[in-house]
């Protein structure tokens, strides 16, 4: 089939990449005209593990290509996807502009029929929206269908050519044969292609991210009151997630969750609410936890120093939201990193990937290392703030020779605890038994 996708972000980049990778014809088309230069000379602009390998080979095979054309993209696809940004205003609620400042461009463009599929995260109505923006400047056949994509960063191509469900939005039968047709590749062991209408779709990427996020922020509650009473967080989550009503993932504590979807869906959705009259108390509470955790380490660490950072140096392990990803928006270790600079300290900081952005962000107010050793030089205590492989095996003797002493904060529970004891490290994770080692201060 012949695809076009409008937007070469993340979401834009996977879905044209993945969609030709099962032989469809498929044209991304960007704005961004170096970006697209870069594109087309083989540059990948997003770290996501499996996606290079599948963008080189269809490149090379004549099935993805890159335009600034948006004219040549809507006459290139029979299904167009609209993979656009929509960024949070500061009430939480999706800014639309790119979204129906395209679909008004494409009803300037359109000449016969066409599948337009809003692939952005969009609030319920966009669909509508987007054909009403459409019909300014188009009276003929087009159908306007809702298709919210649940790519999780860091494995976004095995979501996308092995979904758990497709979920489409729309009312034509048109429309439904050519997806059902689009989409049969990636649905032949049996998972579900589930139609629906428009604002059932919208409305259901919205729920199933605040889910997500009302489960993290619970554990994350749970943890606070492990810490309190003495319990283990580890211990209460097995406990919790062998009951198959309430499932094993997204049970694991740590310092709040980040990204692009959790934290700005969890406030389009309450937004979306409050337009309708209905305060949706869980997301207020959610959103009230998951910042405030993601600065208890920081009070941990304010707690063993006794609130004296000044001239204090660490080092930090992980910088990107979460592990696999470079993606370090809403990412709790720039809002503990940014605590610690306030307080007076210093901080080294190594990610395998994210650095280039931080930087790009905080510019040279921390040291960049080259690698996870490298960090530790001279540190008083060592951070853990993503869960990176890497970082979970790490050689300890070199750790310990390097910090100026022995000490560890872990936000993501990362060590083992009684490990982390034998070891003589200070150690203090995530809703567990705190470790109280004597220090070695004639290091």
Excluded at 91 to 119: H, P, T
Aim: charged share 25%; glycine share 8%; net charge negative.
């Amino acid at each position: 089939m012949r695809i076009t996708v409008v937007g070469t972000g993340y979401v834009g980049l996977v879905t044209g990449t993945c969609l030709a990778e099962t032989g469809n014809d498929v044209c991304c088309v960007d704005i961004d005209r170096a970006k697209v230069e870069k594109l087309r000379s083989g540059v990948m602009p997003i770290y996501e593990p499996g996606l290079e390998k599948l963008f080189e080979r269809n490149q090379k095979e004549g099935r993805l290509s890159f335009t600034t054309s948006l004219s040549e993209g809507v006459e290139h696809g029979e299904i167009i996807f609209l993979a656009l940004p929509t960024p949070p205003g500061e009430d939480g609620s999706a800014d639309l502009r790119y979204v129906l400042g395209v679909a008004e461009q494409i009803g300037g463009l359109l000449q016969d029929y066409k599948v337009i599929i809003d692939k952005s995260t969009v609030p319920v109505g966009t669909a509508e929206k987007v054909l009403r923006a459409i019909r300014l400047r188009y009276e003929g056949d087009v159908d306007v269908v809702s298709n919210p994509e649940f790519l999780r960063e860091g494995v976004a191509v095995e979501d996308f050519l092995k979904p758990d469900r497709i979920v489409i939005g729309t009312e034509s039968e048109r429309a439904r044969a050519l997806l059902t047709e689009l989409y049969a590749p990636y649905v032949r062991q049996g998972n579900p292609i589930l139609f629906m209408d428009e604002r059932s779709a919208e409305l259901t990427k919205y729920a199933a991210n605040a889910f997500l996020a009302v489960k993290i922020s619970f554990m994350n509650e749970m943890a606070q009151l492990c810490e309190r009473l003495g319990a283990d967080v580890d211990q209460v989550r097995r406990g919790i997630g062998s009951d198959e009503r309430i499932g094993k993932r997204f049970l694991f504590p740590g310092i709040g969750y980040g990204g692009s979807c959790f934290p700005k869906d969890v406030k389009a959705l309450m937004y979306s609410a409050e337009e309708v009259g209905y305060p949706f108390r869980i997301l207020e509470a959610v959103t009230q936890v998951n910042e405030a955790q993601k600065v208890h380490l920081v009070h941990k660490i304010r707690r063993y120093y006794a609130g004296d950072l000044q001239g204090k140096r660490f080092a930090v392990w992980g910088l990107a939201f979460k592990p696999n990803t470079d993606d370090i928006r809403e990412a709790p270790a720039l809002e503990i990193i940014r605590e610690l600079l306030e307080a007076g300290a210093e901080v080294a900081a190594y990610d395998p990937e994210a650095m280039s952005n931080v930087r790009g962000v905080l510019g040279e107010v921390i040291h960049y290392s080259e690698t996870q050793y490298d960090c530790l030089q001279g540190a008083d205590a060592l951070i853990v703030a993503t869960e990176w492989n890497e970082f979970r095996t790490p050689d300890f003797e070199r750790v310990l020779q390097a910090l100026r002493e022995p000490v560890v904060f872990d936000g993501r529970n990362v060590f083992d605890l009684d490990q982390m004891q034998k070891r003589g490290f200070h150690y203090e994770s995530i809703g567990r038994t705190l470790v109280n080692q004597p220090l070695n201060l004639a290091k």
